[in-house]
Structures are given as structure tokens and as C-alpha cells.
DNA sequence: CTGAAAGCGCTTACAG
DNA sequence: CTGAAAGCGCTTACAG
């Protein structure tokens, strides 16, 4: 009801001009002290730092990336986040992009096609990097980032798209160990749950579970569509056990959670004994797996090693931003046996 | 290896003089157009709109922003993501602010003194408005934000700071009705399993509990603090039972995860039967309290109107930011019954 | 080593 | 309704 209204807010934040004017300086010699890398004198840059700190001064991100090109900005685009692996990926990601003083932003993906409509909204803001958590792109969006000279990080996904960096276990490797505990200890029919299909984490987890369990001797795994990553998920997976011939003795999930569900599913659909009656061994190690309810074996995800192959990378592209793309693959913990898989002993 | 580096690595992106001199209008003319509120013909505005997606030209937000002072940043923090109950509202609360052309800016603190930190990185952006998820702030960073224009929201906290918005259930009200609840279910010897000490979330959930079960004629309540809002602290806390004189018969855990692990807790530290021996209520309503294997009793969080209010106070402080601070409690669902809990008899 | 000047890509009074 | 001009807060050749 006022009749003026406060449009002014806020107190105008202090600039430039006056930090230079208060020191008597010429706001190129301000500016320069706030650049490692600037021409200027060690005793005039103390000055002029201590003195921003005292009037609270701190040069506005976007004027700085207007003249620069560069804004210290990594878009990620966050897709499946029901499992539980990437809210931990995310926040550590966060952390340890902040200490490199870059700032995240975020964009979240319900549905695969919006994964491109996102990251095209994260391209306005010209984020030095993108950085895809559990999804990939059309190679339209691929191709757009590259246009707008935005490097593309694909993070524990392989990306159809060759001009991407990648980040990312080696599963292939993975499932292979996985097929050689079971085989180890004595399991003879394996299955394998299977999550998102063109998911490629699934595919080569898959992959190597089945080829090694050949290698090993066994026939191949079955295979048991569950579809996704998820809780809800396995616990269906678990029900369309009752339609094989043959009952399996251990089974591979596709991951933690989906495992978990399955797990529950095994114990409370079909009434079976884990792992009295069927081993099952999971992928990613998230917390939940430890749980004595759970007590799940699994195999760890590299996350430590993923996440400073991730951080240097988006280091090196700031000085470097013409970086040729490369695929890293980091090799995953060995088999962390817990609870819900045994060795078996044959007549 | 090459003589010359390529440092241009990205085609400049098209500029308003680009489209602007494409379209033989004047600068002036090509901006308006992308401002619904700006004065210009509608066929003027049609075919810039039009050029401009054909060309690929949407304004640089950060040259928009130095003019406008408005960034259409909103600055997230987020503290406790091992609660479940955050990466949900954190990607909703993204997606949801997409919706009115607000992007996220997110900041993770592991630690409560981090907080303050990670909103003061955050105030260089100069965001139009910063939500603290699962945290609160010190008064003197409080008070930062104030001074920068900066308002700040508390999701699902109460702040001591009377100068910022808060969205939050209404936890007295949720402690209530878990009491009635218990009551009217024959429930004798009540306990509370504390979280977080000076979580507001925990304070007045434990405040309503205990109040209504006096008024119902009861003993208050037995406190055991688990000091964290995790499952491992819940599954120590039931260890801590031991210790009580009486058992009780219904527990009421500060949130899910602390129920769900004091849950395992009862079962397998203390051969304890649930529901036969003891009920346990939790309070969110995450997606585990739904998975059989716990069928946990407990309240829902309203999470749809807290955002549904987040996102229009938000709308609304883009147009009135000096807007007076409000506390909005939006009340719980009611108990949902699930597996936890069982009538009890009294001879 | 420092300063004056140009310019990054926009928006917005101010004229017309 | 449209255009020319000033200016947001910076950085960075270019001189000195």
C-alpha cells in the first residue's frame, strides 16, 4: 500500500571502479590482481586483495566470462537418480569441482528424450563442460554441444558418440570377475538380471558375465529381462523365475538396487533361501549393500577414481579445451562377498 | 605437435548483431523481441522469434544478467543427501524450476559449517534466490544473503533467522497424530528415537509426539537419541533398548531411514518381533518405507505442495523481491498402516 | 609494472 | 513502434 515501492532491494554490489577508486588505482591494475597469471607487482596485489576482502569485493563471474569465454560453469545432467549411486556421485562431484573452483549446474532428466532438451538449456549458460551422470545423448545433441565448443563427459556411460569423453568402470571386466567367483565356488547354472537394454553398463556387465561363464565352461547364462535400475524392478525379475526350466544357483543383477529388489523378491514371491537356495551378487557397492538386512555381494564401483579421473579432466580441458576425446576405463574392486551367496558343493 | 594451436575451438556464437544485422533491424528491436513485456509489433517480434531459431541465436544470459541484475539463478544447497528424501525433492525442485525458466546452481556441504561456506560461493553468482535444503545457516550468513538481495528459502527446516522464507511441514502436527495413532491402537509405553539434535524436524516431531501422548493420558515418552537421521544410527539406537527399564511398545523414528534401520536394528540385534513385540512409525513416506521388505508405517510429507509453494514463492519474489518473509507449514498426510504396526490387546 | 581505452553481448531510457 | 547511444562490470591488448 506504500506508495513508493522499494524496487532497490538490495545495496548495489561494490565493483571494479570501486575498489580502484578507494585505493587510488586504475581498475586495470585491479583486475590484474585478481589473475595468478597477470603482469603486476607482488606488493600491489596484496593491496589490492586484502583490501576486496575488506569491503567485500569479488569480480562479478559473468562480466569476467563475457570478455574470457570461459564460465566456470559444468552442466551436469542428472538421469536415474532412484539409484541410490548418484545422489553420492553427484554431491562428491559437486565437492570436488567446487575445490577447482568450478560451480555446477544442474539439470534433471525424468525421461530419456529429455536428456537432450536439458542439456540444450545447460548450452545457454555455455558451460565449459557437460558432464552426462547415467544417460547419454542423441548424437544431434552430441553434435550440438560440439558446436558450441562444450566438451561432453559421459559418466559411467559409454556414449554412442566417438567425439565424447567417457568415464567409466571397466564392467566388462567386472562381470567377468563376477562370472569367475560364481564359478569358483562351485555355481553351475548362472543367470544374469538384466536392467535398461541399451543402457551400456548393462550390456557389458552382461557381456563379460557371459563370455567368461563360457570360458569357464558353463552354458551361458540365462537371461532375465527386468528392464530398468531399480528396486522395483528385481523384485518383478524375481517372479519370472518360476517360468525357467531350470532353476539357476547364482545370479548376476545388473546392479545394487536392482539386486536388492530381486533379493527381496527371491525371499518373499518364491519363498526361496538366499543364499541357502540361490547365490545372487550385485554391481556398484552403494551403501544399502551393507546392510545387515541385505548384506548383498557385490563388486565395487571405482566412484574414488572415477571422480579424479573426472576432476582432472575438466582440469586439463581449462587449459586445453581442444583435448582429443578419450574413453578411460578404470578397473573395478574385486568381489566383496557378504551374505547372499555361498559356496556350493556337488555330489 | 602442431605449429599453431588452435584455440578457437568453438564457432563464436551468434550475437543479437548477428541476427540483428541478418534481419536489417536495429539491435534494439531484435532484443525487445525477446522480452514479453517490451514494446514491438507482433509481426516485428514473429520473425525475429523465428530467425533467431533458425539461426540458433537465444540472448547470452550473462550479458542479460549485468543489465537486468536478475540472473534466473536460484542457488541450492544441499546438506544431508544420505536421506533419500532429498535427491527426489532435489531433482523435482530442478525440473520444477525449469518450468518457470530458473536454473539451479547447486552447492553440496558435508558438514554443517560448510554450509555458510557453500552459500557464500554461491552469493557470487548473485542468485535471485537461494534454497537451503536440510540445513540451516548462521545468522551472520544469513545476514550476508540480506545484504546481498539475495532472499533465502528453508526447505523442510525452520531457520532461528526470522528474516528468511521457510517451507516445511508441519512436524508438531505430523508428532501428533503418530501419537493419536498409537493410542488408538492400544499402544501403552511410548518411545522417541531422536535424530539430528537441533534439526528443527526433529525438535518439533518429537515436541508434537510427546505432548499429544501426555494429553492422551500417557507417560511421556521415552527419548533414545540416535543423533543422526541415517540408518546406521537407527540400527545402533536399537541397541540403546536395552538399556530401558521397560520395553516400549510403539516407537515413533524422527524420519524413514532412522526407522528403517532401527527396524533391522530390533530384528536382528535383539531377536525383537515387529510388529509382534514392538510397532515402529517412521515419517516421509520415502519409496523404501513402501518395499516389502519393510512395509514401514509412517506419515507422508506433503513433498508436492512444499515444492508446489517453493516454486510460486519463487515466481513471486522475480516480480516482488522485497516480499516480507513468511514460515508456510503445510500439514502431513495422515499415518499410512503398513507393516510395522499391529492393534494391541490389553487384558 | 601501470593506465587509458576498447569491447564482451546484451538492455533500456530517450528521441523520434 | 523503432533506432542510436549509453552503460552493466569486467579483461586485455596496447602504450608508456
Redesign the pocket.
Known amino acids: 500500500m506504500s506508495i513508493v515501492a522499494r524496487n532497490k532491494n538490495s545495496k548495489?554490489?561494490?565493483?571494479?571502479?570501486d575498489l580502484a577508486r578507494d585505493l587510488?588505482?586504475?581498475?586495470?591494475?585491479?583486475?590484474?590482481a585478481?589473475?595468478a597469471d597477470?603482469?603486476?607487482?607482488?606488493?600491489?596485489?596484496d593491496v589490492v586483495l586484502n583490501r576486496a576482502r575488506e569491503i567485500g569485493?569479488?569480480?562479478?563471474p559473468?562480466?569476467?566470462s563475457?570478455?574470457?569465454k570461459k564460465t566456470r560453469i559444468v552442466g551436469v545432467v542428472v538421469a536415474d537418480i532412484t539409484n541410490p549411486f548418484y545422489p553420492e556421485v553427484l554431491t562428491r562431484l559437486t565437492t570436488e569441482l567446487r575445490a577447482i573452483d568450478m560451480n555446477v549446474m544442474l539439470v534433471a532428466a525424468d525421461q530419456s528424450g529429455e536428456v537432450d532438451q536439458a542439456l540444450r538449456l545447460l548450452l545457454n549458460y555455455q558451460p565449459d563442460l557437460a558432464i552426462i551422470l547415467a544417460a547419454t545423448l542423441s548424437s544431434e545433441a552430441a553434435q550440438e554441444c560440439r558446436k558450441a565448443g562444450t566438451p561432453v563427459i559421459f559418466f559411467n556411460r559409454l556414449s554412442a558418440d566417438d567425439h565424447a569423453f567417457g568415464i567409466s568402470c571397466d564392467n566388462i571386466l567386472g562381470g567377468r570377475s563376477i562370472a569367475d567367483y560364481l564359478v569358483d565356488t562351485g555355481h553351475r547354472r548362472l543367470a544374469y538380471i538384466a536392467a535398461l537394454a541399451d543402457a551400456s553398463t548393462n550390456v557389458a556387465r552382461h557381456r563379460g558375465f557371459s563370455e567368461r561363464a563360457v570360458e569357464r565352461g558353463l552354458a551361458a547364462p540365462v537371461v532375465i529381462e527386468a528392464g530398468q535400475f531399480s528396486y522395483h524392478a528385481g523384485y518383478e525379475a524375481a517372479r519370472k523365475l518360476r517360468d525357467l526350466k531350470e532353476m539357476p544357483d547364482g545370479v548376476f543383477c545388473a546392479n545394487d538396487i536392482l539386486a536388492i529388489g530381486f533379493l527381496d523378491g527371491v525371499r518373499r514371491e518364491l519363498g526361496l533361501g538366499v543364499p541357502d537356495d540361490i547365490s545372487i551378487v550385485g554391481f556398484d557397492d552403494i551403501e544399502m549393500a551393507h546392510w545387515p538386512s541385505h548384506g548383498l555381494t557385490t563388486v565395487q564401483q571405482p566412484i574414488e577414481k572415477m571422480l579424479e579421473a573426472t576432476v582432472s579432466l575438466a582440469k586439463e580441458l581449462g587449459t586445453n579445451a581442444g583435448k582429443e576425446p578419450v574413453v578411460q576405463m578404470i578397473p573395478p574392486g574385486s568381489v566383496i562377498e557378504r551374505a547372499t551367496t555361498r559356496r556350493r558343493h556337488h555330489g
Open positions: 548495489p554490489r561494490v565493483t571494479v571502479k587510488g588505482m586504475s581498475v586495470s591494475t585491479v583486475s590484474r585478481f589473475h597477470a603482469v603486476i607487482a607482488k606488493d600491489t596485489r569485493y569479488s569480480p562479478n559473468f562480466a569476467r563475457l570478455i574470457t
